[in-house]
């Protein structure tokens, strides 16, 4: 039985019909491409249709199985620089990561050295972040039986304090999200959010390796006042 998946892919599935496809505002573009000795290189673009910035990004991973080692290095435009290693041949279902990034823009350095524990029945996650400001400790851990899942998380910092508070309000973040598929070419996505937001989204392939995303937000409320937002995504793949 494989073992469980880490805390933070919890309900991935769900949370990506709020997020996949949906690119208000943009013009996207990005592509993965797949080379020889085990490379593969993911470039990115964006442009904001109301901003008039762009930006972009370069993502590259290595690999080499027969030592258990899986090198990413990720470069943006605003000079932001990271790379992380793994390595998945310390001890049989323990893996261990050294992950580093640097902004000159900020100056802010940031390092995290992390191991995980695969079991079966479950996975364990710890991780210790530190910069120049602050040292935290992350764990986390995800158990399950059948189709049962117990999961927790925490960070300890250089103070620790324990707040209890109750608030009556409205709610701040509250939404439904569906995708219907026509077919494995073409899907359509929608979602709901407080505030009166509805978002739809069109995704089709167009040909083997690309696929255009059309997306459009609107703001029921003030449906005659402007505000509402498009979006155009290509995803290319070599």
């Known amino acids: 039985m494989a073992a469980p998946c880490c805390y933070s892919d919890l309900g991935k599935d769900a949370k990506e019909l709020f997020t996949e496809g949906f690119d ?19 470039p990115s673009a964006w442009f904001g249709l109301e901003s008039g910035r762009s930006a972009g990004s370069l993502a590259c991973r290595y ?7 899986t090198v990413r290095e ?8 990271g790379g992380d290693a793994t390595f998945s041949r310390v001890a049989q279902g323990v893996d261990v990561t050294v992950d580093t990034s640097f902004s000159p823009n900020t100056g802010r ?37 059948g189709s049962w899942f117990v999961a927790g998380s925490g960070k300890l910092g250089g103070r620790v304090s324990l707040l209890l508070s109750h ?7 509250v939404g439904v999200a569906a995708r219907y598929r026509f077919s494995d070419d073409t899907s359509v ?11 739809f989204a069109f995704s089709q392939k167009l040909f083997e390796g690309v696929r255009l995303t059309l997306s459009s937000l609107i703001h029921l409320k003030h449906l ?8 155009i995504g290509l995803d290319m793949e070599a």
């Open 109 to 145: 350095k940031l390092a995290v050295l992390g191991a995980s524990i695969c079991r079966p029945f479950a996975r364990a996650d710890a991780a210790v972040e530190t910069d120049s400001l602050s040292t935290t400790l992350c764990l986390s851990g995800v158990a399950h039986r």
């Open 24 to 42: 208000f505002g943009l013009i996207r573009l990005d592509c993965r491409m797949p080379s020889v000795a085990n490379a593969e290189f993911k």
């Open 189 to 199: 996505s929608s979602k709901l959010c407080v505030g009166g937001f509805l978002g």
């Open 224 to 231: 005659n006042s402007g505000g509402h937002k498009v979006g």
């Open 63 to 69: 690999t080499w199985p027969e030592m258990g080692l």
């Open 167 to 173: 608030r009556r309000g409205p709610l701040s973040s």
């Open 74 to 81: 990720r470069w943006s435009t605003d000079g932001t620089m």
